[in-house]
């Protein structure tokens, strides 16, 4: 596990809260190699959050039980790692170049509502 994973979480959730989850994703995907307190205030204050109860919330381990919750559903399902696919309800663990992921799903029969 990425030594800033639970960090990078914390304020990934904190984000989400405050309706920012996907743009903060893609920062903390993009910076993967600056993840420290002063990197992840920058990111919050770049999303227009308050930087000061962002960090707050890191350290008290505000979004952990969520966090774990999120990783035992994985885990369950078999994901081990990112990325991972699921199509139709079934991981895929095949090539993941666009090619072959458009090839896989074409082949794929729809889903039927229940």
């Given amino acids: 596990m990425h030594p800033y994973a639970e960090p990078a979480a914390e304020t990934a959730e904190f984000a989400g809260a405050h309706s920012k989850f996907w743009e903060m994703h893609d920062l903390l ?3 993967q190699d600056a993840l420290e307190d002063e990197y992840l205030a ?3 204050a770049t999303l227009g959050l308050d930087a000061e109860p962002l960090i707050k919330e ?5 979004h952990t039980a969520r966090i774990r ?3 035992r559903s994985g885990a369950r399902l078999g994901v081990n790692g990112t990325p991972s696919f699921f199509i139709n309800g079934v991981r895929y663990d095949g090539a993941t170049d666009v090619e072959e992921l458009l090839a896989v799903l074409t082949e794929q029969p ?3 509502a229940t």
């Fill in 29 to 31: 995907y993009e910076n």
């Fill in 42 to 44: 920058r990111y919050a």
């Fill in 58 to 62: 890191v350290h008290a381990g505000a």
């Fill in 69 to 71: 919750d999120d990783f």
């Fill in 110 to 112: 729809p889903r039927r």
